[in-house]
């Protein structure tokens, strides 16, 4: 059963362009999101988060988008640079129960072509 | 301050054997959550740890795997009688206590590769 899903595995971009990457989920009881980046052989990397109270969040080059309706989040890299190329994980959660555990998707590998 | 620590980076062991994994988490947080990673997977949920207790072990396979927290020392994952089908990326995470974080954010380690030949 898989909660958190994206379903592109990978994603090509020329550099300067805006990168998306996209996460749909199916617990409605998650209530935060978070995206990570993960380079070969390391550990991922937190990047952004977004509460279900919100809709977009924005750090620097970074934006993430939620759609609760739609169950669907998205990250917004702007401008795509050659060093974003990395495996992206969509992550989701829900806070105040007696566990934080991360449900995570299975990965957007995205290269950002120079 | 130093970041989520794991060892050994690499670990390989022959079937039948026992594996140990060890995770030192950031200074200050008592919280510590293991994942799995297999080959072409995304990382999955395996058990959640406070310093002594665990708190969520509802995605440890039932047999062979057991983790610990004490009070002092690293959190240790271990493997029992490996089998091939163990082979993953094993990743810890660490989190401060609830309330002292705005965000739910989990730092993690740089994970151990283990293979079972």
């Known amino acids: 059963d898989q909660q958190v899903k994206q379903n592109s595995p990978s994603l090509s971009v020329q550099e300067g362009r805006i990168s998306i990457l996209n996460c749909d989920y199916t617990n409605s009881m998650f209530d935060y999101f978070l995206w990570y980046k993960k380079y070969p052989a390391e550990g991922p990397t937190f990047l952004i988060s977004i509460s279900s109270i919100k809709d977009k969040n924005e750090d620097g080059r970074f934006t993430v988008f939620l759609n609760k309706s739609a169950k669907h989040l998205s990250l917004h890299i702007v401008p795509s640079q050659p060093g974003d190329s990395a495996v992206y994980f969509c992550a989701a959660t829900t806070r105040g129960g007696a566990t934080n555990k991360l449900i995570f998707g299975t990965g957007t590998l995205l290269a950002v072509q120079p | 301050n130093a970041g989520v620590m794991q060892n050994p980076r690499h670990l390989v062991r022959r079937r039948g054997q026992e594996a140990r994994l060890r995770c030192s988490p950031m200074?200050?947080?008592?919280?510590v959550y293991w994942y799995r990673q297999l080959p072409e997977e995304g990382l999955k949920f395996m058990v959640y740890?406070?310093?002594?207790?665990?708190?969520?072990e509802s995605g440890m396979p039932k047999e062979r795997f057991s983790a610990e927290f004490p009070k002092e020392g690293p959190s240790i994952l271990r493997i029992q009688q490996v089998v091939r089908g163990d082979s993953a990326a094993y990743f810890c995470?660490?989190?401060?206590?609830?309330?002292?974080?705005?965000?739910?954010?989990?730092?993690f380690g740089p994970g151990t590769r283990l293979t079972v030949l």
């Open positions: 995470a660490s989190s401060p206590p609830a309330g002292t974080s705005g965000t739910n954010e989990q730092f």
């Open positions: 200074k200050g947080h008592s919280h």
């Open positions: 740890l406070q310093k002594e207790n665990i708190i969520d």
